[in-house]
């Protein structure tokens, strides 16, 4: 699923600049590619963050090891990056409740953000650096949204 999330993102990465030279169709991209990032991360976030592959996604034994509170964290990032993803999305074709999304999802993120940095200070494990830089990325991200959002609200 590693690979679909880095192919999701390289796509949406190319949307986006096609919606900044305004070409034919790139809302359509845009909004395509986003969507599907953002339900990976909604359905899939708990398993995409933990490294159990699709396959095995219903098999008790790929839980092994895995705790409550890793899957508790692993849902919340994939909620709070759902989100952002969709404001991102909302921002870029120019859509009224972008503000709303980017708002909730930053809030989220940043809990989560804290949840996984006091975690990780207990066990140091690679999960919840993973979830650190991810949230970190999004929450710069979706600050840059909302700056961006600003500017276009005034502008249009």
Excluded at 19 to 39: D, E, Q
Excluded at 66 to 71: L, S, V
Aim: aromatic fraction near 14%.
């Amino acid at each position: 699923m590693k690979k679909l999330e880095i192919i999701l993102i390289a796509g949406a990465l190319i949307g986006f600049m096609l919606a900044l030279f305004n070409l034919p169709y790139s809302s359509v991209i845009v909004s395509f590619l986003f969507m599907a990032l953002s339900l990976l991360y909604f359905y899939f976030g708990f398993a995409l963050f933990n490294g159990i592959h699709l396959r095995k996604i219903f098999k008790t034994e790929s839980y092994k090891g895995i705790g409550p509170w890793r899957i508790a964290v692993a849902i919340g990032a994939g909620i709070a990056l759902s989100d952002l993803t969709i404001g991102f999305m909302l921002t870029i074709n120019k859509y009224p409740m972008a503000k709303s999304f980017l708002t909730f999802g930053l809030v989220f993120a940043a809990v989560i953000l804290l949840l996984a940095s006091l975690r990780n200070d207990k066990e140091k494990h690679q999960f919840y650096t993973s979830i650190i830089l991810r949230c970190a990325i999004f929450i710069i991200l979706g600050v840059a949204a909302l700056f961006l959002n600003g500017h276009l609200s005034r502008t249009t």
